[in-house]
C-alpha cells in the first residue's frame, strides 16, 4: 500500500476514535495534539490500529508510535493491507 494510501486510512481510523473529520486531522498530527489522543488515547489507537492493520505491536514499538508519519512509516515498513 501506497504511503498515501496508508496516510488516508490513518487519518480515517483517527477520525473513527476521535468522533473527528479525517480532513481536519493534520498529516504530522502527534500525541497530545487532540484532547482524545493523550495516554489512555494512544492505546485505544494502537488496539484499533493493530485490529484494522492485522499488526502485532509490543510496549517498545507503542512508545514509539506517537505521530501520524511514525504511524504511516511502521505500518509502510510492514506493508500492511487494511482490513475493512
Request: aromatic letters at 6%; charged letters at 25%; proline letters at 4%.
Amino acid at each position: 500500500m501506497l504511503k498515501e494510501d496508508l496516510l488516508s486510512k490513518v487519518k480515517e481510523l483517527l477520525g473513527q476514535e476521535w468522533n473527528l473529520s479525517p480532513d481536519s486531522i493534520p498529516d504530522n498530527a502527534q500525541l497530545g495534539q487532540f484532547e482524545a489522543w493523550d495516554s489512555l488515547g494512544h492505546i485505544s489507537v494502537m488496539l484499533a490500529l493493530e485490529a484494522r492493520f492485522n499488526v502485532e505491536m509490543n510496549s517498545e514499538i507503542i512508545q514509539s508510535l506517537l505521530s501520524v508519519p511514525r504511524i504511516v512509516d511502521f505500518l509502510a515498513e510492514r506493508e500492511v493491507v487494511a482490513s475493512s
